[in-house]
């Protein structure tokens, strides 16, 4: 089957389960790759906690910055369903910086992330960014700031309400009441842009070495295994990702290792039109598209669901 059939099949594949998105699948050591909408920005969600740990730990490479210094952290007292971590708790803590990691990234801790963001403030991310020579990921606001959105204001009884909105309120140029949800005011990026950082932490480049190892172990600890993770992973491939939800919009960008040294980085952003908080139906959709690209790149094959 061509690339384009591939790509036609996953688009309609995507319809049918409510949605639309951008896939990027490419091969970290020829460059190859196939996707569709890659160049295309969507608010990243909790995405931007792996640019996040790269800047943290540039940081503590260049000496600026201890990884066991203790920091005090604010519970987040949150009980609505969702977050995790300290973003739960009930009383203040002391944590390392490089614990501090850990929940961030790993376990997509909000609050972690956010103390992490105290001691390097969004605009800061972004320069490190672009020092690096990683373009199109754009890092404006902290990850608290995803906990104001209409379905907090509205409550979990009304969480279809909520989502309704998100769907309806997007423009032809991607903008949105919801600041969260606009691409030029919520910390956003491409799929490419997110494959490219991908690359960058799995083969040599500008980051440091001992960043980029940090960065992809921590990757591989990621405790949300529901959404790309049940299609990569076997006894056969490493599936390394980071998720990242807000309202109508579920991603997640990693990269498979398989045991005979092929490995393709993966990104997947997608926005849903079914105002329903739990879409596991969904979620499975972009696990067999992401797959299909994968399986198409790797060895041709025909997509079993085509």
Do not use: C
């Not at 969702?82 to 909000?110: E, K, M, N, Q």
């Not at 842009?193 to 960065?215: G, K, M, N, Q, Y």
Request: net charge negative; proline share 7%.
């Amino acid at each position: 089957m061509s690339a384009i059939a591939v790509v036609r099949n996953a688009r309609d594949l995507l319809d049918e389960a409510g949605l639309h998105g951008a896939f990027l699948v490419r091969d970290l050591d020829t460059g190859a790759e196939i996707g569709f909408d890659a160049d295309t920005p969507y608010p990243s969600a909790s995405l931007v906690k792996v640019p996040l740990a790269v800047a943290v730990l540039e940081r503590v490479v260049r000496g600026e910055l201890d990884p066991a210094m203790p920091v005090d952290v604010t519970p987040g007292l949150i009980t609505t369903p969702g977050p995790t971590g300290l973003s739960r708790f009930r009383h203040p803590a002391r944590i390392a910086v490089d614990d501090l990691l850990y929940l961030s990234t790993s376990v997509s801790d909000g609050v972690a992330a956010d103390a992490l963001f105290d001691l390097i403030p969004p605009a800061a991310v972004t320069a490190e960014l672009r020092r690096l020579r990683i373009d199109g990921i754009a890092v404006r606001h902290r990850v608290g700031d995803l906990a104001d959105t209409p379905a907090e204001r509205l409550g979990p009884d009304h969480a279809h309400l909520a989502h309704s909105l998100a769907i309806g309120a997007t423009t032809p140029g991607q903008g949105h009441p919801v600041a969260q949800l606009d691409v030029t005011r919520a910390n956003a990026g491409s799929a490419r842009a997110f494959v490219d950082l991908l690359h960058a932490l799995w083969r040599p480049s500008t980051i440091h070495r001992t960043t980029a190892a940090r960065v992809r172990a921590l990757m591989a600890d990621n405790l949300h295994r529901q959404r790309l993770a049940p299609d990569f992973i076997s006894d056969a491939s490493r599936w390394s990702s980071k998720t990242g939800t807000l309202l109508h919009l579920r991603h997640e960008v990693g990269v498979v290792e398989h045991t005979d040294g092929q490995s393709y980085a993966v990104a997947a952003l997608t926005a849903s039109r079914v105002p329903a908080v739990a879409q596991p139906g969904s979620e499975a959709t972009m696990a067999q598209v992401a797959r299909s690209l994968h399986d198409h790149l790797r060895t041709g094959t025909l997509p079993w669901w085509s």
